[in-house]
């Protein structure tokens, strides 16, 4: 859907341009949560018009030490595809002299099947790629005003190009549990007690969590799957709202990608807003947690036993 852009927001992405061109422009570090609110074209480097989709969700996460970067949408593929809506990506991101250069280490959902491209076609519309490490670099100019928004800039097509805008998502209050989690192991109870951990192999497995102000994103991979049509081989993840307090977490799916989307959303225990609330007890260390599944019936019969997800602190 396109709609004329507001004069609201052509003043901000010009005078972004603008500031950028200035000498005394500082480098401005972006972090924590971004929506994305649509896609700015731009003609002659003009904004001119703004493409708004209100069933598409994109956000961005960037660590406060500039390093780590999350990204995940619930974009749909196209028809026929085997994978049906949601894509994400796991790696780093630098910004330098107006510049974003993301490092993607791992790929999810719609993005996921990318190393099946050929690896000329890739070379061709990456800055850089390296089919040992399955790293792929990506850099895009962004012009910004300060830390609350950005705009990232597509590839040019004649005059004409598209440019992703982003704001920043205010934050809730602080947790305990606020950082970046990876996943280690899983931890098996009897009768309430932890009697066995089995650890994860990262070359097998992957799985990475982000709390922070009351927000929530994870992307989870198996990496042993190389059949791209089967399901699990595209991963999952979702992005929503989390509480934290006296040793509960609970969280609340805003969006998802397709199979992870409907999990949460069908979950039995709802809010007074009618919304799917998973609820972990959690055991919460200096640098690790584990967060347990609920052990009621209904759950069990939902296929989950007595066990609990093991995280070391990442950043």
């Known amino acids: 859907m396109k709609k004329i852009i507001s004069t609201l927001l052509i003043i ?21 949560f971004y929506d994305r609110l649509g896609a700015v074209e731009f003609v002659n480097d003009i904004p001119v018009d703004t493409i708004l989709n209100p069933n598409f969700r994109q956000t961005k996460y960037f660590s406060n030490d500039g390093t780590l970067h999350m990204w995940m949408n619930n974009a749909k593929g196209p028809d026929g595809a085997p994978w049906i809506s949601g894509t994400g990506i796991y790696g780093e991101a630098h910004i330098k002299n107006d510049t974003i250069t993301e490092i993607i280490k791992h790929n999810f959902g719609g993005r996921a099947p990318i190393w099946l491209a050929p690896i ?30 950005f705009s990232q800039l597509g590839g040019v097509e004649g005059n004409r190009r598209l440019s992703e805008y982003y704001v ?9 549990l606020d950082g970046v989690w990876i996943r280690k192991g899983t931890i098996n109870y009897v009768n309430n007690i932890p009697v066995d951990t089995i650890p994860n192999d990262d070359k097998k497995n992957f799985q990475v969590k982000i709390y922070d102000k009351g927000k929530v994103m994870f992307l989870a991979k198996d990496l042993t799957i190389d059949d791209s049509t089967l399901q699990g081989f595209y991963g999952g993840g979702m992005y929503g709202n989390f509480t934290y307090e006296n040793g509960v977490l609970s969280e609340i799916i805003d969006y998802g990608t397709f199979g992870n989307e409907q999990f949460h959303k069908n979950w039995p225990t709802k809010n007074e807003n009618g919304e799917s609330v998973i609820s972990f007890d959690v055991d919460l260390k200096e640098n690790t947690y584990s967060q347990a599944w609920p052990t009621a019936k209904v759950y069990q019969d939902l296929g989950f036993g007595a066990t609990a997800e093991y995280y070391e602190r990442l950043k």
């Not at 901000?12 to 924590?32: D, P, Q, R, W, Y």
């Not at 850089?128 to 005003?145: A, G, H």
């Not at 934050?171 to 305990?176: A, R």
């Open 12 to 32: 901000l992405i010009f005078s972004c341009a603008g500031e950028n061109t200035s000498t005394a422009k500082k480098e401005t570090k972006f972090v924590g």
């Open 120 to 149: 000329d076609t890739l070379k061709k519309y990456w800055h850089s790629v390296d089919e040992k490490t399955k790293t792929m670099v990506w850099k895009s100019p962004i012009v910004y005003k300060d830390e609350n928004s």
């Open 168 to 176: 920043k998502v205010e934050g809730g209050k602080k947790t305990e």
